[in-house]
Structure formats: structure tokens, C-alpha cells
């Protein structure tokens, strides 16, 4: 077992054996337990490609090892206790190079045999010593009600698929506010944590764009149709924030490989940024899930802002870039930081108008409606923001 575990390899464990076969010095009692070590010792080199794998990963290397350790103690068992009874005349017998290799797939065999009964014993085993993450369960569970046969009910299949995209952008909320924290305070659990939502987020936009497409060839009325494409629209947003969000964390990867040093007024002015992004960013999921209109309104005038925000702060920085207090390599990072928290903004902006189209409200799609910018209502939130997000 130690000896294949080293090595990495069943079959050069055999061939040696079989090697040895030759000389006439193994016999089947010597040849019969190497074989099942050879076995338990082959999960070694699977078991390390596990390693940083997800959770289902880290099961299929760990029930290979589960499934040789017991086949080896049940067949060992079995053959043994027979053999303190019927004394079995081959166990010294010589074995050679065929002999070691029907052994060796006979074993397996058994092995088969007498676990294909019990594979649910042995999924359970597995799903115990490697649970599900309590995101994976809370995932899937969303993805139960994306159930084929609503399809023919568009309104049932809207309702389910509208809980599920609620589902997702509060995984994006959580992914830029992931994304916030790591650029403040680096660790590589915050790292992992941005890139698995990410990764998150992309499977439910997958899973839902494909429920809503076949939906669409289905027979709706105008507004269900008009209900599929908004949603279509929402999901392809968040699943864009959510890239985004991943985008600032490879960013805060490089800096923290390059040991690049941040001037402390980028970071000061980059703290407030990320302030405004994050409200931006509570604001439209908030506006989204209820609906709100009154807060949806409130989007366009702090997406402005953001654009002004970063506008400014790449101006002040290519100063300092060019005052030497910070470095080119400095301002090349740091610039595609501001463009990834700009362009989160405009995705907000984007589900904010659908918002605002599917709500019984004077204003629709305020990006077409240039008297919006020159309203009270929109220069006294600009105003607001403005205070609130001074740097």
C-alpha cells in the first residue's frame, strides 16, 4: 500500500510484481494481499488531484479511497474466513505474470460485486465527511423551482423564476461587497470568496437564461412576454456586476503579488468610491426585489455621481503620477479598478430603468428622458450625494 502510494502508480506496482512472479518467488498467499494494498495505495495520487477542488470533487476522490479500504476488508474477510476452513490448496501455488493479472481483476470484480448494492451507504458516507456548503444547498434549492413543467403555465414559470433572479442578486449584492472588503483588507479567503460568487452568479444566469428562453417559445400575451424579456435583461446585468466584482478582485491580487503600495489619498478617495458603489449597488437590489420605484429614482442621480467620482480621482491620480508620489504600474491598476466600479454602476442603472418601466410611475426609462435631469427630485439627490460623497 505505501509502496503504491509513493510511486503514484497501480499498474507499476503490478508490473513489478509481476516482475518478481517471474523468478518464481511469489506465491498466491504472498501475491493476494500485495494486490489488495496495490489497490488502497492507487487512491493516493486521486486523492491529491482533489486538492483546492469543490465539494463534489473532493467526494469522487474520497469514495475511491472508501471503496478499496472497505472491498479490501470484506474481501480479505470473506476469503479468509473460507480459507480457515476449506483450506484452500492454491494459496501456494506459484504465481505467474497472467496469474497476477486474473488475481488482480478477479479481486476487483469482487469488489464490484459486493458494493454496487450499498453505493447509496457509500454517497451518504461521502456527502457526511464532505457536506454541502450552506450556499451550494441554498442554490440548489433555487434551482428545484425552475421546474420544466411550469413551462406551460407562464405565469407560475414567471413567479418561480422572478424568486430565483431575487435569489441571485442578492449574491450579487453580496459579491461587490465581497469585492469592497477584499481591496480594503487583502486575504486570500476574501479572494476565494469574490471568485466562488462569481462563479455562483454565472450559474444562475446560465440556469435561468435557458428556463426563460424556452419559455419565450411558449405561448404568453404581451405582457408576460414583456415580463421574460425584462427579466432577461435583469439577470445579464447582475451576472455583469458580478464579473466585474471579479475583475476588482484579480486586481487586488496584483497588488498584492506586486506589492504595490497605494498613496494614502488614492486610498482615501477610493474608500469613498467604494462607499457610494456599495449603496449603489443595496439601492438597486433593494429597488428590484420590492419594486420601489421611489428608490429606483434614486439610482440615476448617484450612477452620475459615481461617473463624476471617478472621473476626479483618475484626474487627481494622473497628477500624482505625474508628481511621482505614486508609480505608472500604480496608475494602471488603480485606473482599472475605477473602470470596474463605473461599470457596476451602469449596470445598476440599467435594472433601474427596468424598474422604473414595469412601475406605475410619470417617469419611464429616464435615460430617454432628458427633462428627468433638469427635475428637482433628480438635482436634489445629485445634491445629496454630492455632500455625502465628497472627496
Known sequence: MLFTAVIQSASASVGILQALAITGAVEFDMAFPILMGIGIGASLPVMLSALGANTN???????????????????????????????????SMQMSVVHIALTNTLYRLCVVILLAPVIGVLEKIVCTIFPDSPDAVAEQQDMDRL???FLTHPTLALNQS?????????????SVKSAVTVRREFSKDGLKKVFDLEGIVDRYEDKLGNYL????????????SAQTNKYL????????????????????????????????EASKELSVLEDAIMEITRLTIESFQNSDVKKALKIEPLEALVDDLCDEIKSRHIERVSRQECTLENGFVFNDILTDYERISDHCSNVAVDVLESGEHAI??????ADYYETDEYKRYFS????????
Open 57 to 91: 470533487g473532493k467526494r469522487t476522490a474520497f469514495v475511491y479511497l472508501i471503496i478499496d479500504v472497505i472491498g479490501a476488508i470484506l474481501c480479505g474477510t470473506i476469503f479468509y474466513t473460507l480459507n480457515a476452513f476449506i483450506r484452500f490448496g492454491f494459496m
Open 384 to 391: 445629496e450625494y454630492k455632500k455625502k460623497y465628497a472627496i
Open 213 to 224: 428562453f424556452r419559455l419565450t417559445s411558449t405561448h404568453m400575451d404581451d405582457k408576460q
Open 162 to 174: 422572478r424568486m430565483v433572479i431575487e435569489s441571485m442578486a442578492k449574491k450579487t449584492q453580496e
Open 364 to 369: 419611464h426609462a429616464f435615460h430617454q428622458n
Open 147 to 149: 421546474e420544466p413543467r
Open 233 to 264: 435583461r435583469v439577470l445579464s446585468d447582475f451576472e455583469r456586476i458580478s464579473d466585474h466584482a471579479r475583475n476588482i478582485g484579480e486586481a487586488v491580487e496584483e497588488i498584492n503579488e506586486k506589492k504595490i503600495v497605494l498613496s494614502p
